[in-house]
């Protein structure tokens, strides 16, 4: 007689005892050829044993579950849920409010029924049918079962993502390997109050530089915080001894960090910072140090970080700007305690830093190719140790930035750095790029400033990249194209014009430079780019936002896929899934449509456009998080692809080479983007041509 099998998922975390309990409250379930599972049933948890049963709604199919002796590809048993109800991912998510007519969407959002799923067999099928109730009580106390079986996809992309690194020990690492695999995840993940903070000395600005070192002698550090008063010299503050690093690297994201910008004497996050660096710098400037203030040395601006951010924050903000010591900053504003780095590294264990500073001292472009190759292996180092996808494209990110730092640097003279800012677009500005595919990136000239061996200089940087293993864009949006690399203010006038026209090429390169963010030279005209398409967008055909969003559904519906995965079975090519079109594309065009619609401009990454669209209520938070950690599971699942092919384009999976919570996860991630892509048809109203 079937039974369930506990060394499997998700029953193989459940106690002895409530391995006995849910025995008790589970039945062997027949069900023939195309008979549908009654409504009394759809109380239940079900394991297919045997044969296949289908999924729809409102007669519309959406997944398949299958037997695992249905074929020898299948690894294990497919399960449900029959009380999983669809508005958990549609009326339930929230609906995407319109900038002009919120009241309809709300309206349309409002009017959707609540139906439950239908389940039919699509052969005679044995099931194993658990009590719902039973697996309640169980799921109440055993805190991994109730994670493996929510309703909620980031709770069940965490069991997911535990699930992995545990594999780690079934393909041999080993004990000891597998718990560092947990450790480095969880370490990542831990508040940045997990590290020993530095103690907290402030002085006024107004203080003697001998004062300071007093205070910094006696306490043991090399540095000292600095309360600012109103009317501090803060301007000296932006030099190379700064906690913000005076180098042209890559911008924060929205969300990283916190910078200071005016005075407000409430909040600790004014507080600037004085290091024995600057007391030598005074010395060296032969400055008396009892009659010299504090402020005159001091760096003001500083960044700063949340107390309950996560350490990865802290090293990706570190490594991005170069910068040695973060404040951290309470809820209320208060600073609590200093993260300085070696601390931080010492805790972790981690080596990105090491390969920042390689890049950073690359001296010739052979000594930068062996930087770039490291950043390779730290991508599979960080791959298998289970760290998640996120932490780990943001800093390929900033590493990335770094090395085209570093290699305009070492082409262009510092005239053309000083009147010029390079930008990178598309996975790579959003953050969101993993391995090295092609180059999307552009220069952004003065107005007014030329220099004549400007085109050599970005057909050497191009090619360069490329010979670095960064592929060259096939639409040729590189600034080796005059189009991709003009003066500020006939770039302006080319956005203007793509606003107008309604050339389908000209929305491609709107969500290039919608995507922009800012690699070296002048910020400031990056800046200006974001201001101006603010303005060509406001004055731009209200229509022209449909045409723009109905690219997120170009590529059509997957959820065929899964009817055609059991007779073609045997034919792995046929039933790949494309990762991109089913998944990514979908999900961060519609996101990058939305932030489009609602001015959301000065971000490129979509998890910080997520972040402003729950700001300005078009999503909820809940929601928000749905479809960001959705896309990082497609990304996840692209990388582990591309890494055991050894191919860097590759972006197609086999559903059957997956286990049954991989499959489980996959359907729910397909899911989501359906029912996001149905949102924005709706929104947008696309049905109407």
């Not at 959707?112 to 039919?120: D, E, G, K």
């Not at 791959?383 to 930035?401: C, E, F, H, P």
């Not at 953050?431 to 970005?458: V, W």
Request: charged letters at 20%.
């Amino acid at each position: 007689m079937p039974h369930l099998d506990f060394a499997q998922p998700p029953f193989d975390v459940l106690s002895l005892a409530e391995r006995q309990s849910l025995k008790k409250h589970t039945q062997v379930r027949y069900l023939a050829a195309d008979e549908m599972l009654p409504t009394t049933n759809l109380n239940c948890f079900f394991v297919v044993i045997k044969g296949q049963v289908e999924q729809t709604l409102n007669a519309e199919f959406v997944a398949n579950y299958l037997g695992g002796n249905h074929t020898d590809h299948i690894q294990s048993n497919d399960w449900f849920d029959s009380r999983r109800r669809p508005e958990a991912l549609l009326t339930d998510t929230p609906s995407i409010t319109s900038a002009s007519n919120p009241a309809a969407d709300s309206d349309f959002n409002n009017s959707q029924s609540s139906p439950h799923y239908q389940y039919r067999a699509g052969e005679d099928t044995l099931l194993l049918q658990v009590d719902g109730a039973a697996i309640d009580r169980i799921s109440a106390q055993n805190h991994l079962i109730r994670q493996l079986l929510s309703d909620k996809l980031p709770e069940r992309l965490k069991a997911l993502q535990q699930r992995r690194s545990a594999q780690g020990q079934a393909l041999g690492l080993g004990t000891t390997s597998y718990t560092a695999q947990q450790e480095v995840q969880q370490i990542m993940l831990q508040p940045v109050t997990d590290v020993t903070l530095l103690p907290i000395h402030i002085i006024d600005a107004e203080q003697s530089l001998y004062q300071a070192a007093q205070i910094m002698t006696k306490a043991g550090l090399k540095h000292v915080l600095v309360r600012p008063t109103e009317h501090s010299e803060t301007a000296a503050s932006f030099d190379a001894h700064s906690n913000i690093s005076s180098s042209t690297t890559a911008s924060t994201n929205a969300s990283d960090v916190s910078a200071s910008t005016t005075f407000d004497s409430r909040s600790d996050r004014t507080l600037g910072i004085l290091t024995d660096t600057d007391i030598c710098r005074a010395v060296s400037d032969q400055r008396d140090p009892a009659n010299t203030a504090c402020q005159h040395y001091a760096s003001f601006n500083l960044r700063t970080i949340d107390a309950d951010h996560e350490i990865g924050d802290a090293l990706l903000t570190m490594t991005r700007y170069r910068i040695h010591r973060l404040p951290v900053i309470d809820d209320e504003g208060k600073a609590i305690g200093v993260l300085g780095q070696s601390d931080m590294l010492a805790h972790i264990g981690h080596h990105s830093q090491l390969i920042s500073i390689q890049i950073e001292q690359a001296k010739d472009l052979a000594s930068l190719d062996t930087a770039v190759e490291l950043i390779g292996r730290y991508i599979r180092a960080q791959q298998q140790n289970g760290v998640k996808i996120g932490i780990v494209s943001r800093m390929v990110q900033t590493l990335n930035a770094q090395v085209f730092t570093k290699l305009w640097q070492l082409i262009v003279p510092e005239e053309v750095m000083k009147n010029s800012c390079v930008i990178v677009m598309g996975s790579e500005g959003r953050g969101e790029q993993i391995m090295r595919t092609d180059q999307d990136n552009a220069l952004i000239i003065r107005d007014g400033y030329s220099h004549e061996r400007l085109a050599e200089f970005a057909e050497t940087f191009n090619n360069q990249l490329a010979d670095f293993g960064y592929p060259l864009c096939n639409g040729n949006i590189m600034m080796t194209n005059p189009m991709w690399r003009q003066q500020l203010k006939p770039f302006k006038a080319q956005i203007s014009l793509w606003f107008k026209n309604t050339d389908p090429i000209h929305s491609i390169y709107l969500s290039a430079i919608l995507d922009g963010e800012y690699v070296c030279g002048d910020e400031s005209l990056l800046t200006q780019i974001r201001k101006h398409l603010k303005f060509a967008h406001q004055h731009s055909d209200p229509m022209l936002i449909r045409q723009f969003a109905r690219a997120a559904l170009q590529f059509g519906e997957v959820n065929q896929w899964w009817q055609k995965l059991v007779p073609l079975l045997g034919k792995p090519k046929a039933n790949n899934i494309d990762l991109k079109k089913a998944g990514i594309f979908p999900l961060v065009h519609g996101i990058r449509a939305l932030a489009l619609e609602h001015d959301i401009l000065e971000v490129p990454s979509t998890k910080n456009r997520l972040k402003l669209l729950v700001n300005a209520r078009t999503l909820t938070q809940e929601r928000a998080d749905t479809l960001n950690e959705a896309l990082e599971f497609f990304m996840a699942q692209r990388l582990s692809v591309a890494l055991m092919n050894k191919d860097k384009y590759a972006h197609q999976i086999d559903p059957t080479t997956l286990s049954a919570l991989e499959r489980d996860v996959l359907k729910e991630c397909l899911a989501v983007v359906k029912s996001f892509k149905t949102q924005l048809r709706q929104h947008y109203q696309l049905d109407l041509g």
